[in-house]
């Protein structure tokens, strides 16, 4: 079992459609969270970090579920610019601050 | 501000080269990582850094080596190129461990053995 597990997708929805996705992880003593952001042929940038309340950042809303051990993506009124692979990133213990585990991604695509 | 910048972007080497791609940040971070990226696979670590002198294993470093005698770079090196090495490379750094700080990652080298 892969430590980061994420639907590959691709998401196809309209413009204005919410949408949303999970990530599950592995280890249970994971401490940290992430949603990086991917576009075609370029750098992962941070969306957002994932917090134990869950977290909104304008359209964004991250959720973490840690008895199920996954962690989601909310996205609503989406925009064409939101076309994009999302990839979920864990960090499986604090003490190994370098180690962050990347999902392969899932792939959205908004459409007119 | 450049932030992180890797070279080259593009490389085609033969089966059995060798090579160092260099990635420099000029944000005076004391982390710097390099990464790979497949097809249908997740960013790997490959080796990473905390600090200027000190270099560290990450999950695929078998191939590779790395080097950083500035705070600023941090090298990787190919000795004997082979064709699972073709990739995608990312460097990034961050000011502090990954734990709690985000990841500002260099535009990727692209790199394909013959």
């Known amino acids: 079992r892969k430590e980061v597990e994420q639907d590959p997708g691709p998401f196809n929805v309209p413009e204005g459609a919410t949408v949303a996705f999970n990530c599950t992880y592995s280890?249970?003593?994971?401490?940290?969270f992430f949603w990086y952001r991917q576009d075609c042929r370029k750098e992962p940038k941070l969306l957002m970090s994932?917090?134990?309340s869950g977290n909104e950042d304008g359209r964004f809303t991250a959720q973490l579920n840690r008895a199920s051990q996954y962690i989601s993506l909310l996205i609503r009124d989406s925009k064409l610019s939101d076309s994009a692979t999302y990839l979920c990133v864990v960090n499986p213990r604090m003490d190994s601050s370098y180690k962050l585990i990347f999902g392969s991604g899932t792939r959205l695509l908004v459409r007119p | 501000n450049a932030g992180v910048t890797q070279t080259p972007k593009f490389r085609v080497l033969k089966t059995g080269q060798s090579m160092t791609l260099l990635c420099a940040q000029d944000m005076n971070h004391e982390y710097m990582y390099w990464y790979r990226q497949d097809p249908g696979m997740g960013l790997r670590l490959i080796h990473y850094s905390v600090g200027e002198g000190t270099t560290a294993k990450g999950e695929v470093p078998d191939g590779y080596n790395v080097s950083r005698l500035k705070k600023q770079n941090f090298l990787l090196g190919l000795e004997s190129a082979a064709p699972s090495q073709t990739s995608v490379y990312f460097c990034a750094s961050s000011p502090l461990g990954s734990y709690n700080s985000p990841l500002h990652f260099g535009n990727g080298t692209r790199l394909t053995v013959t």
């Open positions: 280890n249970s003593a994971s401490q940290s």
């Open positions: 994932v917090y134990s």
